[in-house]
């Protein structure tokens, strides 16, 4: 069974910095591709970063590129976005997920509140 854990956020002011840890079991975790999205009161989820299985090949949303940054840990199957110069419009519910299992809506775990404000 598929079980993604996301922990560490929490409310800080703007510019601040938070890092986000996710513990995925399921599929082999080194053999999938993993990536973060986050959803807004009132929009959809959205992506906001990926990371292949190697770690080779990164991507981000052009919202955040610049500002976080994604990583992962084979061993310790688990996968890592910090977070820097927070502005309010990252407040979100942010949630890890095998990419692979997005487009069917499945995999995904309860999510960490993320709240950016002054």
């Known amino acids: 069974q598929v079980q993604r854990v996301e922990s560490g956020g929490g409310s800080v002011r703007p510019g601040g910095s938070l890092s986000l840890s996710c513990a995925s079991s399921g599929r082999t975790f080194s053999s999938v591709d993993m990536g973060w999205y986050r959803q807004a009161p009132g929009n959809e989820r959205e992506f906001v970063a990926s990371?292949?299985?190697?770690?080779?090949?990164?991507l981000y949303a052009d919202t955040v590129k610049g500002r976080f940054t994604i990583s992962r840990d084979n061993a310790k199957n688990t996968v890592t976005l910090h977070m820097d110069s927070l502005k309010p419009e990252d407040t979100a519910i942010y949630y890890c997920n095998d990419v692979a299992l997005v487009g069917l809506d499945i995999g995904w775990g309860h999510g960490t509140q993320v709240t950016v404000s002054s």
């Open positions: 990371i292949s299985r190697s770690g080779d090949y990164i």
